[in-house]
């Protein structure tokens, strides 16, 4: 090394992107994942392992550990897995089809004025009754 080689690191120009690491590499959410899918997994695998042998244990193993395991890793445009299941599943309970509706300003303003003219008319009306008084 010469001397007047220098060591950088990169750091990112986001600082947003920048996660703080807890335990082994992985964020809190991740070892918190991981942790749910190893409590869920593991008595699966032990289950049927017992029951059906060892293909069946890592079958059963990979089905109940890896959606846990999946929501602590997946990430895209900032959101995590369930937070896009809420979202997907919010869209589908929508209506398929969706009705065109404008407004008719002619509509809008003949009402406004005829409305004026009630007022206008029953101010008037008001304003006589008390002069008869």
Not at 56 to 75: D, E, R, V
Not at 93 to 121: D, G, M
Request: hydrophobic content about 40%; charged content about 25%.
């Amino acid at each position: 090394m010469t001397r007047h080689e220098q060591q950088f690191v990169k750091i990112p120009k986001d600082m947003s992107q920048i996660r703080q690491k807890f335990m082994f590499g992985l964020t809190k959410r991740q070892v918190l994942c991981f942790g749910i899918g190893i409590v869920m997994g593991f008595p699966a695998f032990y289950i049927c392992n017992n029951l059906f042998g060892l293909q069946a244990g890592c079958f059963a193993l990979g089905i109940f550990a890896g959606p846990a395991i999946y929501c602590g890793l997946y990430k895209k445009n900032g959101m995590h897995l369930e937070q896009i299941v809420k979202l997907m599943i919010k869209f589908f309970k929508k209506p398929k089809e969706r009705t065109y509706q404008s407004e008719n300003s002619f509509v809008i303003l003949s009402r406004q004025i005829e409305y004026n003219q009630l007022k206008r008319i029953l101010n008037e009306s008001n304003a006589s009754e008390r002069r008869r008084r």
